[in-house]
Each structure stands twice: as structure tokens, then as C-alpha cells.
T-cell receptor, first 115, second 113 residues
Framework: GAVVSQHPSRVICKSGTSVKIECRSL??????MFWYRQFPKKSLMLMAT?????????EQGVEKDKFLINHASLTLSTLTVTSAHPEDSSFYIC???????????FGPGTRLTVL | AQSVTQLDSQVPVFEEAPVELRCNYS??????LFWYVQYPNQGLQLLLK??????LVKGINGFEAEFNKSQTSFHLRKPSVHISDTAEYFC???????????FGTGTRLKVLA
């Protein structure tokens, strides 16, 4: 149990376009999900906390108008990178907190490449 | 505020030798501790976790870690490594107050033949 999926696993887009990444908890409900960004050979940087039915909470320095997060249901959160630029190229990882559990379960990640 | 320090950015070790990857944390509240492994271009895989109880935790692939509250450490060990253990290892702290993970900067384990 406690499986988290991400779609797509890889995406290549042109500069200026928007890209949506989905994060789903497959076999449990997740009131809270998290979005991370990982630069090459670097650690994970928490971007935002996604709360079902309310606005996401963004970490300092993360542009909320650039990275739109929607947590529409207890099993789905989406991250939309708007007007993507090459510097947005990165590995994006989501995680979901299973309610009453003191840990997060991670998705497999999405590799975004902006040309 | 919580923080996690992984002192070694890279650890080279010969195959079948033992290895220890160090992790120290700082927190004013109770924490839960985790070790994750990441293979190239893949997501995080949970190796082991300490939530409560016995301070010696055994995980997958022959790894274990010991929670030392007085030294605020959670070092990862394996008695005999394999080539396939070559990967990036991340230590993480989770606090129930914020439900956030704080990750260390990672240690790249390179197993040499």
C-alpha cells in the first residue's frame, strides 16, 4: 500500500508553454501533498505544501504565479509550470502524507526539459 | 528550526567493505528520521525509518541505522556493500508539527570493484 504515482514521467516542451504534472495517491487518501524540485546532483528543495480544498502554501522564494498548484481531491494534486523557460528544467517530485501517518510517500518524479 | 547535516558529499568504498554514511540533525522537538536512496533518474526509495521504539533500525538491502538521541545522529551502515549500492543517499527529518521533511544534502556512495 501507500503508492504514489506521477504523470508524465518525462516531458519536453518549448519555452513559453505551460506544463501540467499530476500526482496521485493510488490506494490512500492524502489531505496533504508536497512538491519538491531537485537540481542535478543536489538535494530536494520543498517548493510548496498542497492542501486539499484550500490554497497551497509556498516556500520562501518560490513564485506561486509560476508554479500553480491545485489539490482538487483527496487523491490528486497537480503542479502547472506556467510559461516555462529553460531554467525551469528540473526533476520534480511529489509526495503525499497519508493521514494519521508520520511520513510521506514519494512519487517516482517527473523530468521536465524546457527547450 | 530543524536541520539535517550529511557531512560526506561522496564516499568511495571497495566492494564487500563496510560503509557508514553519517547524518546529524538539529531539532527542538521530537523528530522522525528516514534514509532514502535515489538511483540515477529515479525517485526516492525508502531504505528505513525511525519513528519510535528500538533505536537500531533495520531496512532493505541489508542497511541499518541507529538513532542516537544524545548525539543527535542517525548514521546509516552496511557491513558489506555491493556494486549495485552505488547511488545517492538522503537523510531526512520529519516533524509532526509541520508534516514537512527536511532533507540533507545527500551522500553519493560509489562502490568500487
Amino acid at each position: 500500500g501507500a503508492v504514489v504515482s506521477q504523470h508524465p514521467s518525462r516531458v519536453i516542451c518549448k519555452s513559453g508553454t505551460s506544463v501540467k504534472i499530476e500526482c496521485r495517491s493510488l490506494d490512500f487518501q492524502a489531505t496533504t501533498m508536497f512538491w519538491y524540485r531537485q537540481f542535478p546532483k543536489k538535494s530536494l528543495m520543498l517548493m510548496a505544501t498542497s492542501n486539499e480544498g484550500s490554497k497551497a502554501t509556498y516556500e520562501q522564494g518560490v513564485e506561486k504565479d509560476k508554479f500553480l498548484i491545485n489539490h482538487a481531491s483527496l487523491t490528486l494534486s497537480t503542479l502547472t509550470v506556467t510559461s516555462a523557460h529553460p531554467e525551469d528544467s528540473s526533476f520534480y517530485i511529489c509526495s503525499a502524507r497519508r493521514d494519521t501517518y508520520n511520513e510521506q510517500f514519494f512519487g517516482p518524479g517527473t523530468r521536465l526539459t524546457v527547450l | 528550526a530543524q536541520s539535517v547535516t550529511q557531512l560526506d558529499s561522496q564516499v568511495p568504498v571497495f566492494e564487500e567493505a563496510p560503509v557508514e554514511l553519517r547524518c546529524n540533525y538539529s531539532s527542538s522537538v521530537s523528530v522522525y528520521l528516514f534514509w532514502y536512496v535515489q538511483y540515477p533518474n529515479q525517485g526516492l526509495q525508502l531504505l528505513l525509518k525511525y519513528l519510535s521504539g528500538s533505536t537500531l533500525v533495520k531496512g532493505i538491502n541489508g542497511f541499518e541505522a541507529e538513532f542516537n538521541k544524545s548525539q543527535t545522529s542517525f548514521h546509516l551502515r552496511k557491513p558489506s556493500v555491493h556494486i549495485s549500492d552505488t547511488a545517492e543517499y538522503f537523510c531526512a527529518v520529519f516533524t509532526s508539527g509541520t508534516y514537512k521533511y527536511i532533507f540533507g544534502t545527500g551522500t553519493r556512495l560509489k562502490v568500487l570493484a
